[in-house]
């Protein structure tokens, strides 16, 4: 069998009739017909049970349509990156970018890759986390800044690029900043606002220290970052976390303050990238833009 057969079967499956089949695939219905009955005497084997209106695949066609549907995808993912190439955009990279970084850094990414590549025309995605993931494994991306990501690590490559603490904030006027409390649990007699948080850091606050944040009264969600900040910087009652330099321009202004409080997990953050994509000089120059601008960060006093 080769790749045609595959393709004509599952083809067949999905439209139900070698006529239906014949038109997305371009040949008459002789030609495909044809092809099949081959296939099935090279088999040995029956393919479908044909009828006037309909081809009713046997389990061994259903076996090979389901099969030959992952090389598919494959072969359009393939051809969709070919066509970038032909056409000449090899200087267009595209950068997801999970809220933590988006907020603080993409400003420095952007600006510094529009300084020393002039020619590179950037394409920013900011999403949720297991948005990202999925834009990573259909190659809607070419590089991804996000923390960890549970998905086919067998296809995608991981560089750490920081690890840091998490931080509780509120306003100089909160009461967490007067009288901090003694754990994380205590926290959580005032409301939190919090990004759309990694699931890891939910389920340690669940199991560890009995705070399911999914049933605290008052709390808010927000998946824009400088909108959450703005609410925290106005609210005399609610309280966010999240890395240091997440929070960088209002503890510098002293808008927002760090509440002494031990936070018992930290956050890190990782440069994630297709494992075979075609290695474009533009890609692997953002790729070390990013490692530069996370290198200073991790430089930065504390």
Request: charged share 25%; with cysteine.
């Amino acid at each position: 069998m080769n790749i045609r057969d595959f393709l004509d079967v599952r083809v067949i499956c999905e439209t139900g009739s070698l006529r239906k089949a014949a038109q997305v695939l371009g040949v008459s219905q002789p030609t495909l017909s044809n092809r099949i009955a081959l296939l099935e005497s090279r088999l040995r084997a029956p393919l479908f049970e044909r009828t006037r209106s309909q081809s009713r695949p046997t389990a061994l066609a259903l076996f090979i349509s389901q099969r030959a549907a992952s090389f598919t995808v494959e072969a359009q993912q393939l051809a969709r990156e070919v066509r970038r190439l032909a056409a000449g955009q090899a200087g267009l990279v595209k950068l997801g970018l999970s809220a933590t970084v988006a907020r603080e850094l993409v400003p420095d990414i952007a600006v510094e890759v529009s300084e020393r590549y002039p020619d590179i025309s950037l394409e920013m995605l900011c999403e949720p986390t297991d948005k990202l993931a999925e834009a990573i494994l259909d190659r809607e991306l070419d590089v991804l800044v996000c923390p960890p990501l549970e998905i086919q690590r067998d296809v995608i490559v991981s560089e750490l690029l920081i690890e840091t603490d998490i931080v509780v904030v509120a306003r100089p006027d909160h009461p967490l900043c007067a009288s901090p409390p003694a754990d994380v649990a205590e926290l959580f007699r005032y409301p939190i606002a919090l990004p759309i948080a990694e699931r890891h850091y939910l389920e340690d606050l669940r199991t560890v220290h009995g705070v399911d944040i999914d049933a605290l009264p008052g709390r808010m969600l927000c998946s824009d970052p400088g909108m959450l900040v703005r609410i925290v910087q106005r609210s005399p009652r609610l309280f966010t976390a999240g890395p240091r330099f997440y929070f960088a321009p209002e503890l510098e202004a002293g808008t927002l303050r760090v509440v002494d409080v031990p936070v018992p997990f930290g956050h890190s953050l990782y440069m994630h990238w297709y494992r075979d994509a075609f290695p474009l000089p533009a890609v692997q120059q953002v790729m070390q833009v990013a490692r530069d601008v996370f290198g200073r960060l991790r430089d930065r006093p504390r």
